[in-house]
């Protein structure tokens, strides 16, 4: 392998203000506003997800297995259509709201 070659595979570089610049637009290219909204949303789910469950569990312990295999499967019918029309719906909800 060549020197540059070998250089690149390490992340060095000889010159190192390139490496610098190269290293600042990456990151700014990987944490792009979309990219940072859900990183958001996602890290408000988890938390919500681990606050809630405590009551997740005294309300699923209030049920029987057949009960809650019941409630699931409603939740799952009225969710699951949304998983094929979420383009569509992610496209109306841009058309409708006002661009900055």
């Known amino acids: 392998l060549t020197k540059a070659t070998k250089d690149a595979r390490q992340g060095s570089n000889t010159n190192p203000t390139s490496s610098s610049a190269t290293s600042t637009s990456t990151s700014t290219t990987l944490l792009t506003p979309h990219t940072q909204s859900l990183l958001q949303d996602a890290a408000l789910i988890s938390l919500g997800g681990v606050m809630f469950s405590p009551l997740g569990v005294r309300v ?19 969710v699951g259509p949304t998983v094929p029309l979420r383009s569509h719906l992610e496209k109306s909800y841009e058309t409708s709201s006002p661009t900055s």
């Open 60 to 78: 699923a312990r209030k049920f029987d297995s057949a009960q809650l295999k019941r409630l699931m499967g409603v939740f799952m019918m009225c």
